[in-house]
């Protein structure tokens, strides 16, 4: 079993429409939880830090369940700039090493 | 951009050869993480290394190893290359502070095709 694990999708959508992609972590000492954004051919950027009261930063909602190990992110009213692969990153209980999933590859069509 | 520059930014190599890739982290940091991204996956963890000792270690053999200069800067060393080495190689630069995270910043990547 994957230490984090994603729908790898594509997640087809229209402009506007709201998308939500889960992600789960199997390590219960996990420390911090991140989205990433990572788009074709470039590197993975902070896409926000989730939280167990859960966060939000315009457009995008994150949420992390503790007691499931089950994390969340919503976008609301997409753009076609929101095209990307979206990264469900956990940083484990060895210093900084980051886990990450799979990666969810969303697409906004006009 | 984040600061955090690595070189070179395409490499072709054959089977059994040996590579060393460059990064060098953003002022002010003194950690740098290695990350190995094949293509369709997600990056996975290398190693790190913090004032110049390796400081954690991912599922990768011992023909992966590195170094960290007293300026911080960072090399990735792979020996007796194979095919499945071909992928994304990202390093990553934080400041490391006792028991608290700090962000990690990516650099553009090398990617290296193994032939």
């Known amino acids: 079993r994957k230490e984090v694990e994603q729908d790898p999708g594509p997640f087809n959508v229209p402009e506007g429409a709201t998308v939500a992609f889960n992600c789960t972590y199997s390590?219960?000492?996990?420390?911090?939880f991140f989205w990433y954004r990572q788009d074709c051919r470039k590197e993975p950027k902070l896409l926000m830090s989730v939280y167990s009261s859960g966060n939000e930063d315009g457009r995008f909602t994150a949420q992390l369940n503790r007691a499931s190990q089950y994390i969340s992110l919503l976008i609301r009213d997409s753009k076609l700039s929101d095209s990307a692969t979206y990264l469900c990153?956990?940083?484990?209980?060895?210093?900084?090493?980051?886990?990450f999933g799979g990666g969810t590859r969303l697409m906004v069509k006009p | 951009e984040t600061g955090v520059t690595q070189s070179p930014t395409h490499l072709i190599k054959t089977r059994g050869q040996q590579v060393t890739l460059r990064c060098s982290s953003q002022s002010g940091h003194n950690t740098v993480s290695w990350y190995q991204q094949a293509l369709g996956q997600g990056p996975q963890f290398i190693f790190q290394?913090?004032?110049?000792?390796?400081?954690g270690r991912g599922n990768f053999p011992p023909r992966f190893s590195g170094l960290q200069f007293p300026n911080y800067s960072s090399e990735l060393n792979v020996n007796a290359l194979e095919l499945d080495d071909s992928a994304l190689y990202l390093c990553?630069?934080?400041?490391?502070?006792?028991?608290?995270?700090?962000?990690?910043?990516f650099g553009p990547g090398t990617r290296l095709t193994v032939l």
């Open positions: 990553a630069s934080s400041l490391a502070t006792s028991g608290v995270y700090n962000e990690q910043f």
């Open positions: 390590n219960s000492a996990s420390q911090s």
């Open positions: 990153v956990v940083n484990g209980d060895a210093g900084n090493m980051l886990t």
């Open positions: 290394y913090y004032r110049e000792e390796e400081n």
